[in-house]
């Protein structure tokens, strides 16, 4: 019996990735060396005391039972980082515990929209606003993130029928995949426009702790009003190096917040005990390595672009993450170029065009090699004769 899937499914494709990696494992097998920068998982070590946590929890057989809910102890230490780190107040009755941001953005739609809600994503954005949006059945419009605007949003340009239709705008500040930095003062307008409109903000605060050049990772949260207009996405995994544990927040407006409980109590329970210890380990414990890794991210940056720089590629810095977002030589689009890249210097990258229709032109790298290999890396591209 032939099976086909939901027709929601039929939305969703993996054009350019799989033509990717059909052509990586083809390199591959012709014993071709690939120098994969195309995702973005940390290569550094999560904090000892974190590991610790987390082994001397997986040793007690009480951590193995169902955990119906997030841990008190948990949500204090989340409330208590907050005020520490960000100078945000926030109660515990205000978070809630997801698998990754990932997963808590993926179904945020579901717990927010009705049928025909407008909402306004970025693009380029992480694929995943698009697809929890959708799976809310919303009306996705999408506001376009251009250089020229140091690539943040123009609210001003969006219709003021638009506005009053919209029930939440999704920011992304430092953003993936475009590498840029906010000021406060684009939150603090974004919160007066919604007030005035009536629409909520979800703010993806992943990577408030790789940011570059003295600038100052915040949290929206800590805005005046902020709660009263939306919610933010808090993820450990960059930050700590646990992306495999999946341990993210969101946390603001209680009544989002309890609609995302409501959704999640349906389909699933909570992290798991051992991954709540780990949690509450890193929230809690020292936070120099965070520190010390941000500033080894932005050694990276500087001798990858500076690098490339040297070989004849014109690309900016980034402001923030753990990317980099670098226009493509002319006569490329950015899957060919990326293909060129593969065949000719073995070296994987992200098409812009993965992360939206206004990516074309853009390739994006992780920084997740050592300095002495980014500037190898470099040393590749330049001696493939893309240039």
Request: glycine fraction near 10%.
């Amino acid at each position: 019996m032939e099976y086909k899937c939901a027709k929601r499914l039929e939305h969703f494709t993996t054009g350019i990735f799989a033509a990717l990696d059909e052509k990586k494992n083809k390199l591959i097998k012709e014993g071709r060396t690939i120098y994969n920068l195309s995702v973005g998982t940390p290569d550094f070590k999560p904090p000892e005391h974190i590991m610790e946590a987390l082994g001397k929890a997986v040793s007690d057989a009480e951590n193995y039972k169902y955990s119906l809910a997030d841990m008190p102890e948990l949500l204090q230490a989340v409330s208590h980082y907050y005020k520490d780190r960000y100078n945000a107040d926030v109660s515990t009755d205000e978070i809630t515990g997801v698998h990754g941001t990932q997963e808590g953005m993926g179904h945020l739609g579901m717990a927010m929209c009705n049928p025909g809600d407008i909402v306004l994503l970025p693009d380029p954005g992480y694929p995943v606003f698009e697809a929890g949006s959708y799976f809310g059945e919303a009306d996705i419009r999408y506001y376009p993130l251009l250089r020229q605007n140091d690539f943040l949003p123009v609210i001003e340009d969006i219709p003021e029928d638009i506005l009053y239709k919209t029930r939440y705008i999704v920011l992304s500040y430092p953003s993936n995949p475009v590498g840029a930095a906010a000021p406060k003062s684009m939150y603090e307008n974004l919160i007066r426009l919604a007030r005035k409109y009536g629409f909520f903000i979800i703010n993806d605060n992943a990577y408030s702790d790789i940011i570059f050049d003295g600038r100052e990772g915040f949290s929206f949260l800590a805005l005046d009003g902020a709660k009263d207009v939306g919610v933010e996405f808090f993820s450990l995994s960059k930050s700590f190096n646990v992306t495999g544990l999946r341990i993210s927040f969101c946390a603001g407006n209680k009544s989002i917040i309890d609609s995302l409980k409501l959704l999640r109590s349906q389909y699933d329970f909570g992290m798991s005990y051992p991954v709540q210890k780990a949690a509450i380990a890193a929230l809690t414990g020292p936070r120099e390595c965070v520190g010390r890794q941000c500033m080894e991210y932005q050694k990276r940056r500087d001798t990858f672009l500076g690098a490339l720089r040297k070989i004849g590629w014109d690309v900016p810095d980034s402001q923030g993450t753990m990317f980099v977002w670098l226009p493509v030589p002319k006569g490329y689009t950015s899957q060919s170029f990326c293909e060129a890249l593969m065949d000719k210097a073995g070296v994987i990258g992200t098409p812009g065009t993965a992360f939206g229709p206004m990516g074309e032109g853009y390739i994006r790298f992780a920084l997740v090699k050592p300095c002495d290999e980014l500037a190898h890396i470099a040393e590749i591209i330049g001696a493939a004769g893309l240039f």
